[in-house]
C-alpha cells in the first residue's frame, strides 16, 4: 500500500479521512475557492469578454474535459478540512497558484467554446490540436517561443497547453505581457489572442455549455482511499540515495560544533524553506514536483536523523548551497545521463 504522510495533517483533519467525498457535501458557490471564480469572471468580464463565463464545478483534479468548455476545480479546495489533508500530502495551492489554474483552464475553455483549435490560423500559430499527449514531454527551457506561466515550461507540453497558457498570460491583469514579451516569438499568440478575444467580445459561444467528466456527487472513494490512489510514490526513485556526506558538508556536524556562533536544528532551518525549495526547483528545472517534493522531504529527514546543525549566521548561504544541491540532483534525474548517486549496497 502507498504510503501517504496524513500525520502531519492536524487530527480535526484526519477525521475526515474514513468519509466518502460524495458525502462531505461540497458545493462550490459554498465554499472558499467561490470568491476565486468570482475573480476569473471579473476578469473576464474587464478583458472584453462579455459572453464567457465557463462553468466550474467541483472535481478530483484541476482540469478541463477535452473539447468541454468546462472548469473542474480539485474537491479539497472547496473543503477546510481536506485542504489540510492536501497541504500535508501535497502542499496545498495559495491564492496565486488557484488564480494561475483557473487562468490556464479557461484558457482551455475559451478554445473549445469558440472552436478555435478547428481554424487553420490557431493550428499555423499552436501546431495540431491532434498531437499525442505525453508526461515526460520534450522541451527547451527559457525558449521564448513560448509564454511562462505554469512551472515546468507548461507551454511546451502540448499546441492545447501552449494557447491556454497563452491565454493565461494575456487575462493576468498583473502580467505586462505587452512589455514583458516583446521581442518573444511568443508574442505573435499573444496578439493572436488579443485580436480574437475583442472580435468574440460579444459573440455567443459556439459551444456555450460543457459535459463535466468527475463530480464530487459520483466520487464514492473515501479522502484516504482517494489519496492513496493519485499519491505519486517516488520512493523508488530516491531509494537508497546518498545523502550523509553531502548534507554534513552543507550543514554542521554536532560532533564539530563549537561554542561559538549560535547554532539551531537544520531541519528548522530547512522545514522553513522546505515549500519554498520546491516550489523554485519545479520552475526552473522542469522536473515533475513529485519528485522534487520527494527529494527535498528525503534531505529534511536525513537532517534530522543526524541532528545535523545550522550556523545562525550562514543560514542564508546554507538554504542557497542546498538549493543548488536539489536542483543538481534534480537535473541529473532529468537528463537522465546518469543514475542519482546511490548508497553502495552492503
Not at 508526461?135 to 527559457?142: G, H, L, N, S, T
Request: proline content about 6%.
Amino acid at each position: 500500500m502507498v504510503v501517504v504522510a496524513f500525520e502531519k495533517a492536524p487530527p480535526e483533519a484526519r477525521q475526515v479521512l474514513t468519509v466518502p467525498i460524495r458525502e462531505l457535501g461540497l458545493r462550490l458557490e459554498e465554499s472558499p475557492v467561490a470568491e476565486y471564480v468570482h475573480r476569473l469572471y471579473e476578469e473576464l468580464e474587464a478583458a472584453g469578454l462579455h459572453d464567457f463565463r465557463p462553468r466550474c464545478y467541483l472535481s478530483d483534479e484541476w482540469g478541463c474535459p477535452s473539447g468541454e468548455p468546462v472548469i473542474g476545480i480539485p474537491f479539497y479546495l472547496g473543503d477546510p478540512r481536506v485542504r489540510h489533508i492536501e497541504d500535508a500530502v501535497n502542499d496545498i495551492e495559495g491564492e496565486r497558484e488557484i488564480m494561475m489554474y483557473l487562468r490556464h483552464e479557461a484558457g482551455h475553455a475559451f478554445n473549445y467554446a469558440y472552436e478555435l483549435y478547428r481554424t487553420d490560423e490557431w493550428h499555423t500559430l499552436f501546431g495540431s490540436f491532434r498531437r499525442a499527449y505525453r508526461d515526460d514531454y520534450p522541451f527547451v527551457p527559457f525558449s521564448r517561443d513560448f509564454v511562462r506561466h505554469i512551472p515546468g515550461w507548461y507551454a511546451q507540453k502540448h499546441p492545447d497547453e501552449d494557447f491556454a497558457e497563452t491565454f493565461a498570460v494575456w487575462l493576468d491583469p498583473d502580467s505586462r505581457w505587452r512589455s514583458r514579451y516583446a521581442s518573444w516569438g511568443a508574442m505573435r499568440k499573444l496578439l493572436y489572442v488579443d485580436r480574437i478575444a475583442r472580435e468574440l467580445g460579444d459573440v455567443t459561444p459556439a459551444h456555450p455549455a460543457g459535459e463535466t467528466d468527475v463530480t464530487v456527487d459520483e466520487m464514492e472513494q473515501t479522502v484516504e482511499q482517494f489519496y492513496r490512489d493519485v499519491h505519486a510514490d517516488e520512493s523508488r526513485m530516491i531509494a537508497g540515495l546518498a545523502l550523509d556526506t553531502d548534507l554534513a558538508d552543507i550543514f554542521v556536524d554536532p560532533a564539530r560544533r563549537r561554542e561559538e556562533p549560535e547554532y539551531g536544528p537544520a531541519s528548522v532551518l530547512l522545514a522553513e524553506h522546505r515549500r519554498d525549495i520546491i516550489d523554485k526547483v519545479n520552475e526552473w528545472t522542469g522536473v515533475r514536483r513529485t519528485l522534487v517534493r520527494a527529494l527535498v522531504s528525503a534531505a529534511e529527514d536525513r537532517v534530522r536523523e543526524l541532528g545535523l546543525l545550522s550556523r545562525r549566521d550562514r543560514s542564508r548561504s546554507e538554504m542557497i548551497e542546498l538549493t543548488v544541491y536539489i536542483t543538481a540532483l534534480s537535473m541529473t534525474f532529468l537528463t537522465g545521463q546518469r543514475p542519482l548517486r546511490h548508497r553502495k549496497a552492503p
